[in-house]
Every structure is written in structure tokens, then in C-alpha cells.
């Protein structure tokens, strides 16, 4: 249930929607994997980094939140969605897809839930901004696209919800939307721990777009991107339970002299800590298992993680 609803002025995060950030032009959110400014993170002598990711998190909250159940079924069963997403693209099976062929199927089912049209699709395969670049034609990108919103139906509904939701917040009214999920009123969406993803100065321009004051510049907003919006926030407090969780299990670990436990951060979906090296297999296990437990407010939606340990923040 909700803790109650939290003013604009107690939330502290980097971003709109919760989500952990840097400062002092330092986001250690964004040091590159296998890079030398991860490993040089170091846990202590005789101690390891245990990192465990919290997995897909982000397409599942999606999925869950659309009520797409036939996608939360695979994820359930352990099933790989990018693989399943490629076996429609490309007409075969799922046992056949290359590994090219999955990493589209994965840009797809990652980048086109909030209403990513043919052309940007295109255009981010090529830059190779969510891995390696990748070439496709314009039609292709095209085929690609309708593909998705039509295997997914009810991801695109989740955006004309979201689309009359901002209608609703614009005639000033206050309700719940996504089955109760969240609660609005005109300038707030309030999420299941309280916190609001805040829309102040929301207007229709003179160009019949929505926008909102962005810390004095007004930006567009529309159903997909508040979709993200309560995506990305809900996989937020979904990763935030699991580090309470978690740091409370730490303080519970009986330790020798001079050995500490401690969470070290949060870096995007991974949850990074501190343990003697003596209980690194039996901690490791621990801590996946706090990530892989369905959360109250959300209990039909699968949650998994892997992970693994090493002196330095090697992942």
C-alpha cells in the first residue's frame, strides 16, 4: 500500500523518475563496463564485490504494467523474450536465431515500448547506442516496428491510457489509471511508495502539443513517454525494496574481527556489495534470492537476477 504522498521537495534523486544518478559532474552510474574505472573500484583485503543485477527489470515492469501477459508468461518460465522477439522477426525458430539476430530482437523489445517510430528504430540500430552498430533498410525498420506493436497490442493501448491520463490532468481532475497502479491529480502521477513524478505548468501549446515546465524550459510530453516515465519509476522502487532487503540481511551477517558488509551502491539496476570473502558463494545466493522475491505491491510480476563476486568491480 502507499506510505503517503511525498512533496516535490523530499525527493532527491538525479531523475525525474527516481532514478539514481551522480553529481558533481561525476555519474558513477555510467562507468563503463569492463573499463578500468570500474576496476578500480576495490573491495578491502579478504573481502569481494558481489554484484547481483536486478534482470530485464525495466521490460518486465513494462510488460506488467500493460498487462501484456502472454510476455510476463516467458519471463516467468525463464524464457528469453529477445530471442522470442527475433524468432518473429525473422520467421524461424527460436532454437535457430543467430546472435546478431537476438541483439535486434533485443533493441526491439528494449527501445520500441514507448513508441519509438521506424526512423529513430533505424537510427539507433546504426549508432550502435544499446550495443553494437547494426545496418537495416528504412522498410525493414518499418516491418520491424509494426511487428512489435502488433505481437505486443497491449503496449500501444498503455500509451493512449497514458494519452487520456494527460487529458484527465489537464481538466484537473484526480483518479487512479493502469488498474489502480498510480494515483494522479493535476500536476502529479503518484507512484505505490508515495513518491510523484511531477508535471508543473502542464498546458496544450498553441500547437495542440501537451508540455510541462522543465526546470524553466517546457518540454513535450505525450502517452509513450509517461509510460517510460511510470516504467522507469516503478523499476525503480522495485530495485530500491530489494536494497533494503538486502542491507538488512547484511546487518544480520554474523562477521569476525575486522570484516565489514556493507551495500556499497546501487548502479542502475545492480546492486553492489561488500562481504568477507569466506561467505562470498553462500552471500551471493542470498542476495539473488532477495532480487528474484515478487514485491507486495506487485506480486504478479516475475522478478529474476544473476550475478557473481570479484575483488574489484570487474562486471
Given amino acids: 500500500g502507499r506510505t503517503g504522498k511525498l512533496p516535490a521537495g523530499y525527493n532527491y534523486y538525479a531523475a525525474k523518475t527516481g532514478r539514481w544518478g551522480g553529481s558533481n559532474k561525476l555519474n558513477l552510474q555510467n562507468l563503463p ?14 573481502h ?34 529477445y530471442k522470442r522477439m527475433a524468432s518473429a522477426i525473422y ?39 544499446m550495443g553494437p552498430a547494426m545496418n537495416i533498410t528504412a522498410a525493414e525498420a518499418s516491418r520491424i516496428v509494426k511487428l512489435y506493436r502488433s505481437k505486443n497490442n497491449k503496449i500501444p493501448l498503455a500509451w493512449k491510457e497514458a494519452d487520456q491520463l494527460l487529458y484527465r490532468m489537464l481538466r484537473k481532475e484526480t483518479g487512479t489509471a493502469f488498474n489502480g497502479v498510480i494515483e494522479f ?18 498546458h496544450v501549446s498553441e500547437h495542440d502539443a501537451i508540455k510541462y515546465n522543465a526546470n524553466g524550459v517546457y518540454k513535450h510530453v505525450y502517452g509513450g513517454l509517461v509510460v517510460e516515465n511510470i516504467t522507469q519509476a516503478l523499476a525503480r522502487i522495485i530495485v530500491g525494496e530489494q536494497a533494503i532487503e ?41 542476495q539473488i534470492e532477495c532480487m528474484q522475491k515478487p514485491r507486495a505491491w506487485c506480486p504478479t510480476l516475475p522478478v529474476d537476477a544473476d550475478g557473481g563476486f570479484d575483488r574489484c568491480y570487474s562486471k
Avoid at 563496463?33 to 579478504?46: D, M, T, V, Y
Avoid at 541483439?103 to 533505424?122: E, I, W
Avoid at 542491507?247 to 542502475?268: I, P, Q
Wanted: net charge neutral; aromatic share 6%.
Fill in 33 to 46: 563496463r569492463g573499463g578500468e574505472l570500474r576496476r578500480s573500484i576495490i573491495a578491502p583485503a579478504n
Fill in 48 to 81: 569481494v564485490l558481489v554484484v547481483a543485477d536486478s534482470a530485464q527489470i525495466e521490460a518486465r515492469t513494462l510488460a506488467w504494467l500493460a498487462g501484456q501477459q502472454d510476455v510476463l508468461d516467458v519471463f516467468a518460465s525463464g524464457g528469453d523474450v
Fill in 91 to 129: 520467421s524461424k525458430p527460436e532454437t535457430a536465431i543467430t546472435k546478431d539476430e537476438r541483439f535486434v530482437g533485443k533493441v526491439a523489445v528494449l527501445g520500441l515500448g514507448y513508441g519509438m517510430g521506424a526512423k529513430k528504430f533505424q537510427t539507433t540500430l546504426a549508432l550502435g547506442a
Fill in 185 to 202: 491529480d493535476e500536476l502529479t502521477i503518484w507512484l505505490p511508495n508515495g513518491m510523484g513524478i511531477h508535471y508543473p505548468g502542464l
Fill in 246 to 286: 538486502i542491507d538488512d540481511k547484511l546487518r544480520a551477517l554474523k562477521l569476525r574481527k575486522g570484516e565489514v558488509a556493507a551495500t556499497c551502491m546501487l548502479t542502475h539496476d545492480e546492486d553492489v556489495t561488500c562481504v568477507p570473502e569466506r561467505l562470498a558463494d553462500k552471500w551471493l545466493k542470498t
